[in-house]
């Protein structure tokens, strides 16, 4: 075993630049914060955003074919790219729905920026890691964040037990991730992807050892958690309820989509050839998932909870085409994630506009009447709630599209058949909202504070965003597809 | 400059967008809306001619393969690959230069005669994304965005039929002519459904190279079917009953739309998709007994009606059925030049009338009117140029147009005896009504109520001068199509030839042999040096002369005559007057019945089966979901085993 060396050189930097950017620019903002008086914190919110925007041309110092970084940890591939560009654009409009938020629920302190830029960092290296110490730290790094975010309203107590609760389970879940690693460690010697999918060639009988099945098992169950697979779900709708709902969009989003990536680049990059393994489980996740998300999220009467739900089973048909594993599958679980960032958002910062000081309004009831006394409003949360429900021209529409017919040409036509099922399930709950905005008399008068400029800018992008891949899907697909080339 | 030319269509949508949007919303003024609406139109039309004109630079060979502006991928999916690019070939730019040009005029017709409508802004709304949908239609380079754009038009048309819908005659005549164009737009899509299965793409320019991979059957599968949407959409026989009820539209839409555009959509596809027609034998002569009987039979219709837009009406359905002849005998050039010039007179002859309608407080009834050439003499001049140029009358753009489309129906290889006999007695019948039309409503007494009289007056300048530039295209618009039989040059067929081919040439096997041997054997070397294209243009001329002095006859200098025959011949004018009873019977077989078995599946099919078991998964599926909420305990320990329990059933599955 050769020895490790900590050295590095300035073209290590330039491939983590934009982790960098984001790390230099949350400390920043630490510093800042502890300067400013309370009533001034209104420009931290906007320094964490100008990160943000540095982050993104930062990309640009590390694009290239496929390098490696500080021995061969990290990486800059295209399937990264997609990603990093993704949680920035997370990131960034997140922050565009917290800044009057945040304000309004009074958390507008410093340290809520920096985390959520800290869990940036986190999502990146998951995507970025191609060894299993640096995904895992990534994804630590990720959770201890966004475990202090979601408790961050600490006069709420549904804020607290949120936090609380997702911390124990995230540890839970946590354990089984590492246990997996070490498992695999201890079966192929090296924790490299690469590494580890060469062992596995080269010695196809470890394949079927016990202790390489077990780990398999933990990483399924490891990664399964932080997607929220049935049955390792249970923590979602209590912890979206409960955190704050800026935070809730970006678990529901950001945290999703890095988990996706971690979960694809290991099972794809380095455990492909255990694909007959793992296949026949995900497909039971994925109906599992899907079933029982959309069927619980029929009775839910609460607009968090329900999408919280509704993120269960969106997991579901991201499973589908993990499933279906070839071509289209994996680009089709990139569009997804893409066209799924919008769409939810854009719904989360709508209800977060529907809010006041103490009034969240998540109750459905609380929509009745909104469809005509903010007509753009629910126009936009229409268009949200369609492209979730899978309607043309919306994002949902063809990111469902595309996944479906992955399964199709994979030849899992039951799957597909579920999944087709499913989404007509689905239709129920995503168009009660539009029932109650559009049809309903209000039993009571909404009251709405001023609507905060930047979430309306977040809402506008996100409208965009999920009619542009609606109608212009090809684009995306094949930057999706120029993505997983590595992948095949 | 043809890269731009997406500019043609695009800017016609902007135009709606802009009023349909903005316009409506704030109320814009009626000068803002109008301007718009029409600049937009007169710079696409702009466009279509710059491109036009880049296009004759090039030499003839050049101009039909200039390569497709494709703006960009649209679905991507499987084997389906479809873009939204355009077509720029001499075919499509007539086309564009034809419908952008009539709408401007249309247009700025629209402004004066729609002046105090409440509904101003939603009509040019509507009118522009008419205009947008009609060039996507013949600027689109695949079947599909052709499809989109055909769809799209009769969208339109359903809307401005159906524009003054508080009353039930017009929205009943929009929903008409919808579900009757569902009819046909169904052939169409078999049709394109068809073409994909076959040959893998809908794009023109790869459908027709591939074409000749097809076999025979499938070929006039596909060429029948995509007729059935021709005949939807150009009001042919048997879908052509949507047409004479649309007249329920404002004026200008019947010009545009019902007269000088849309319908005519037809026939472009078939010039379009000449290259498969023409592998499809059947189909040709299908198309063209369809439109030579069309051109009869709706003609027929035309001479016993009153109200003056029905009359336009049939004689637009009969017109679109020379132009089917044309494409059927395989003169493809023939039938878009008629195209064109029909949309000139076509277009004029319903802008007159709606002159008409506005100087006599909207009537149609052409009894209560008469007279009217003192009153209203540009309108009666212009109207008077249109009705020459339909009837054939050399010198007017109708005579080329319409001569070329009988000689090819009797010469070309594809022609018959048959067709052109029928082509021509049709275009007596034409002569006749037209000029009744026209005696009838401008000259005699007037028969309006005096309270009408008052206030006969002649249109503002901004609906006379369309008229007049509509009148002066009618007359020599036929000029750029002389027949070399009388010595001129034919440029609109060499501009055309590059992409649908010369006209078919072969003087006629057909029909020659069938008087060859009507004649002794003696005979035949006498006829063969005739020229018979100079016999029959001449006698066309002579038919036409018929049917106007007829008309001259019956109702300028013997005024009683035509009721006397009506008298006279009571059966047979009864069952033509009523239209043959056509709409009756398609009542009786098709509508009710429909509605019967439509009202049995809904109420026991749908309610009774399909809601109910709808109803009882859904009920479950709720029930389902109010217990499984129930693991749902809030209690974190619950949460850990419900993993733990996972973690097992994954490992055990695995390790099995």
Request: hydrophobic share 55%; charged share 10%; glycine share 8%.
């Amino acid at each position: 075993m050769e020895i490790f060396k900590i050295q590095f050189s300035a073209a290590d930097l330039k491939v983590i630049a934009p982790e960098l950017v984001l790390t230099i620019f949350a400390l920043f903002v630490l510093i800042l914060s502890v300067f400013v008086r309370r009533q001034s914190r209104g420009p931290l919110g906007y320094t964490a955003l100008v990160g943000v925007v540095i982050a993104f041309f930062s990309l640009f110092l590390g694009i290239g074919k496929e390098i490696k970084a500080f021995n061969g940890m990290v990486t800059m591939d295209p399937f990264c790219l997609f990603f990093k560009v993704m949680f920035l654009i997370v990131a960034f409009l997140t922050i565009l729905a917290s800044l009057g938020y945040t304000k309004r629920e009074g958390i507008d302190l410093g340290e809520y920026y920096v985390l959520v830029l800290f869990a940036t960092v986190g999502m990146m290296l998951m995507a970025s890691g191609v060894n299993l110490l640096i995904i895992f730290l990534g994804l630590e790094v990720m959770s201890i964040s966004i475990y202090v975010l979601a408790g961050i309203m600490r006069d709420d107590t549904r804020s607290v037990e949120a936090a609380f609760k997702y911390f124990l389970l995230g540890a839970f879940a946590s354990a089984f991730l590492l246990y997996g690693i070490a498992l695999t460690y201890a079966s192929t010697g090296t924790l490299d992807l690469a590494g580890i999918g060469e062992v596995l060639t080269r010695q196809a009988w470890i394949s079927s050892l016990p202790i390489v099945i077990i780990g398999l098992a933990l990483l399924i169950i490891g990664f399964g958690f932080k997607i929220a697979l049935v049955p390792f779900h249970m923590w979602t709708p209590d912890v979206y309820e409960g955190a704050p709902t800026s935070i809730t969009a970006f678990m529901a989003t950001g945290v999703k989509a890095a988990g996706f990536a971690a979960f694809v680049r290991v099972f794809f990059y380095a455990l492909p050839n255990l694909q007959a393994y793992w296949t026949q489980i995900m497909w039971i996740l994925a109906v599992a998932t899907m079933t029982v998300g959309n069927i619980i999220a029929l009775s839910q009467t609460n607009i968090k909870r329900m999408l919280a739900y509704s993120s269960i089973a969106h997991a579901g048909y991201i499973m589908v085409a993990f499933v279906a594993g070839n071509e289209l599958g994996k680009s089709s679980i990139l569009f997804y994630l893409l066209a799924y960032v919008f769409m939810n958002i854009g719904a989360f910062t709508v209800v977060i506009l529907l809010g006041k000081k103490g009034e969240e309004n998540t109750q459905l009831a609380d929509y009745a009447g909104v469809g005509f006394k903010h007509p753009l409003l629910a126009a936009s949360m229409s268009i949200f709630m369609l492209s979730l429900a899978g309607v043309p021209p919306m994002a949902g529409f063809m990111a469902k599209f595309y996944v479906f017919s992955a399964a199709v040409k994979a030849r899992y036509y039951w799957l597909a058949v579920i999944g087709v099922l499913n989404s007509a399930v689905a239709a129920y709950y995503y168009l009660r909202v539009l029932i109650y905005m559009y049809f309903r008399e209000p039993e009571r008068e909404l009251a709405v504070g001023a609507f905060s400029p930047s979430a309306v800018l977040a809402v506008i992008i996100s409208v965009w965003g999920v009619l542009q891949i609606g109608i212009l899907p090809s684009t995306f697909l094949a930057l999706a597809q120029r993505s997983v080339q590595f992948l095949l | 400059m043809i890269e731009y030319v997406w500019l043609i269509p695009l800017l016609p949508a902007v135009g709606f967008l802009f009023n349909g949007l903005i316009g409506r919303w704030y109320n814009l003024d009626k000068r803002v809306v109008s301007w718009v609406a029409c600049s937009v139109l007169g710079l696409s039309f702009f466009f279509s001619i710059l491109v036009f004109f880049s296009l004759l630079k090039l030499p003839p060979d050049a101009r039909a393969a200039v390569p497709d502006k494709v703006l960009f991928d649209w679905i991507v999916s499987g084997g389906l690959k479809t873009v939204i690019g355009y077509k720029i070939d001499p075919l499509s730019i007539v086309m564009a230069m034809v419908v952008s040009g009539v709408s401007f005029f249309i247009h700025i017709y629209s402004v004066g005669y729609m002046h105090d409508d409440p509904g101003f802004t939603r009509y040019f709304a509507y009118l522009n994304l008419f205009v947008f949908m009609m060039l996507t239609l013949v600027l689109a380079n695949n079947f599909l965005l052709m499809f989109v754009g055909w769809e799209g038009v009769g969208l339109c048309s359903y809307l401005l039929i159906g524009f003054w819908f508080e009353r039930d005659a017009p929205a009943n005549a929009g929903k008409k002519a919808f579900v009757v164009n569902r009819v046909g737009d169904f052939g169409f899509l078999l049709g394109m459904f068809l073409i994909f299965a076959h040959l893998g793409t809908l794009e023109f320019n790869e459908v027709f190279a591939k074409a000749h991979l097809l076999d025979p059957v499938t070929v006039t599968m596909i060429t029948l079917l995509l007729f059935v949407g021709a005949t939807g959409k150009s009001a042919q026989i048997p879908l052509y009953v949507w047409l004479p009820d649309a007249m329920e539209g404002p004026t200008p839409v019947s010009s545009l739309i019902h007269a000088a555009t849309m319908v005519t959509s037809g026939v472009y596809m078939i010039a379009r998709c000449h290259v498969i027609y023409s592998m499809a034998p059947v189909s040709m002569a299908v198309v063209a007994i369809f439109g030579a009987a069309t051109a009869i039979y709706a003609a027929s219709m035309g001479i016993l009606q009153f109200d003056i837009k029905r009359v336009l009406a049939y004689s637009t359905i009969s017109q679109l059925g020379y132009m089917f002849l044309a494409v059927g005998v395989g003169a493809f050039s023939a039938g878009i030049f008629h195209l064109m010039t029909h949309a000139f007179f076509k277009g004029l002859l319903f802008l007159g009338a709606g002159s008409v309608m506005h100087a006599l407080s909207g009537e149609l009834d052409m009894r209560k009117m008469g007279g009217l050439w003192k009153k209203t003499p540009i309108t009666f001049w212009t109207f008077l140029m249109a009705t020459l140029a339909i009837a054939g009358i050399p010198g007017f753009s109708g005579f080329f147009s319409k001569d070329e489309i009988l000689w090819q129906a009797f010469s070309s290889p594809h022609g018959h005896l048959f067709l052109w006999l029928v082509g021509a007695v049709a275009a007596g019948m034409t002569a006749f009504y037209m000029f009744r039309l026209t005696f009838v409503t401008f000259l005699g007494q007037c028969r309006a109520s005096e309270e009408v009289k008052k206030h006969i007056h002649e249109s503002p300048p901004i609906m006379t001068v369309p008229l007049i530039i509509l009148a002066v295209l009618s007359v020599i618009g036929g000029y750029v199509g002389i027949p070399h039989v009388l010595g001129g040059r034919n440029y609109f067929h060499e501009f055309l030839a590059p992409v649908l081919g010369g006209l078919p040439e072969g003087a006629g096997h057909a029909s020659l042999s069938l008087i060859k041997s009507a004649y002794a054997a003696g005979a035949v070397e006498e006829i063969g040096s005739v020229n018979w294209e100079i016999i029959l243009m001449v006698v066309s001329v002579v038919i036409a002369l018929i049917g106007i002095s007829i008309a001259l006859y019956l109702y300028i200098l013997k005024p009683d005559v035509p009721k006397r025959l009506a008298q006279r011949f009571r059966t047979l004018y009864t069952i033509v007057f009523n239209k043959y009873y056509v709409d009756e019977i398609y009542e009786a077989c098709f509508v009710s019945s429909a509605k019967k078995i439509g009202t049995f599946f809904w109420r026991e099919f749908d309610d009774g089966v399909v809601d109910r078991s709808v109803n009882l998964v859904a009920g479950l599926m709720l029930w389902w979901g109010r217990v499984l909420r129930k693991i749902q305990t809030g209690y974190v320990q619950g949460y850990a085993l419900g993993i733990l329990l996972g973690a097992v059933v994954v490992i055990i599955f695995l390790i099995k």
